[in-house]
């Protein structure tokens, strides 16, 4: 069989793409090799990509962590607060939307307006009230501060699973009123099934801004034993001795691992969830 020769804009645009990935992609080579590099010869070294000798050290010096706490403690907590974070963003913000979307109640545009600015308001201007009151609660150096505001819904999920649940026909809920189903029995017996796409998208975000978070966890928590993976990579730098950038690099690569594994396994479900041309017919 004939080869069919490929027209010069198809090698174009893979030479262009390929080469963009590669561009992309190299920041993260670039951290994987040097986490195999001495930690005083790797910005020395920093235009070679391949360490000179190979150093294993460099896991097991970042996993012995800080403070006497192991790395997986970290690892622990961060993971904890993110199914905490998870599962409170991703139920209110549902429930939220459903009203926004579903439900007639006076003034509905006014606060759909007031969660949109929400939505473009710097989390800067919050922070120093949110500090005090979370102060006065006696709530800091626990995880509360950090996972209780997630149950009141986060206003990019919920203007997200709005425009999706506003593609779903609404004689779907008439025809379940007719069958004698209240709005509770709609929302989770009509609603809910048809937004699990937004609902996936929305999971995955909320676990990586969780699981990167490193403003927030500095703020509340003071406690080594309750510090988040961010807050330790942190604490392996230093303004006053020696950084200890090869166990930082080394256990950055350690937490990019769940990161890329919720990456390809749930990659479909962000592309299929932010489109809101999901129903089909």
């Given amino acids: ?38 930690s005083d010869t790797i910005f020395v070294t920093a235009k070679s990509l391949i360490p000179d000798p190979w150093i294993w050290t460099n896991f097991i010096e ?10 997986g403690v970290f690892i622990k907590n961060t993971s904890i607060l993110v199914v905490i974070t998870l599962i409170g963003q991703v139920i209110s913000s549902a429930v939220i939307a459903f009203g926004f979307a579903r439900l007639e109640f006076k003034g509905k545009a006014f606060w759909f307006g007031i969660m ?89 975000f909320s ?17 080594p034993t309750k510090y988040t993976v961010s807050m330790a990579l942190n604490m392996f730098l230093s303004n006053e001795t020696v950084s200890n950038w090869g166990a930082m690099f080394a256990m950055s690569v350690v937490t990019l691992i769940p990161v890329f594994v919720i990456f390809f396994l749930f990659q479909r479900h962000v592309v299929e969830g932010i489109s809101t041309s999901g129903l089909k017919g």
């Fill in 62 to 71: 970042g996993w012995k962590g800080i403070g006497g706490n192991s790395f």
């Fill in 116 to 204: 949109m600015v929400t939505l473009m308001l710097p989390h800067d201007v919050v922070m120093v009230p949110q500090y005090i009151i979370f102060s006065k609660l006696d709530w800091l150096n626990s995880i509360k501060p950090l996972a209780v505001p997630a149950y009141f819904g986060h206003p990019f999920f919920i203007f997200l699973l709005v425009q999706f649940i506003r593609t779903i026909p609404r004689e779907l809920d008439e025809a379940a009123i007719i069958d004698g189903c209240g709005t509770f029995k709609i929302f989770t017996k009509i609603i809910l099934p048809l937004i699990k796409p937004s609902l996936a998208t929305a999971a995955i």
């Fill in 207 to 223: 676990f990586y801004w969780t699981w990167e978070s490193l403003l927030g966890p500095v703020l509340y928590l003071n406690s």
């Fill in 1 to 38: 069989m004939a080869l069919k020769l490929k027209s010069p804009r198809w090698w174009v645009y893979h030479i262009l793409v390929g080469g963009f990935a590669v561009l992309m992609l190299y920041p993260v080579i670039w951290l994987l090799m040097s986490s195999f590099k001495p």
